[in-house]
């Protein structure tokens, strides 16, 4: 009956067939995500330091502090390896 009104007409030419959503974001892979350790609080001065001591040592400020760490334990006869920082990638 109302297939002949123009609106009616118009409104199927309008409106596009919905599509199913999909997921957002990164597919889950089931290892473990990397957490926020440690927040360190600092001067503005002490972090130009540290950026400026890992872009002297051409590496990212994580890895010197990772490595920091490592030389660190070592200096004070820690014996326990250090894990992996980040599943995957870096470590």
Do not use: N
Not at 72 to 85: G, L, N, T, V, W
């Amino acid at each position: 009956m109302f297939e002949d009104h123009p609106t009616a007409v118009m409104e199927q030419r309008l409106m596009p067939p919905r599509k199913a959503r999909r997921g957002r974001g990164r597919p889950k892979s089931g290892e473990p995500t990397a957490v926020s350790a440690f927040t360190l609080k600092g001067t503005a001065e002490w972090r130009d330091w540290v950026r400026a001591l890992a872009d002297h040592a051409s590496m990212p400020a994580s890895v010197l502090i990772d490595q920091a760490l490592k030389a660190y334990a070592k200096s004070i006869d820690f014996d326990e390896p250090m894990p992996k920082r980040q599943t995957g990638g870096d470590s």
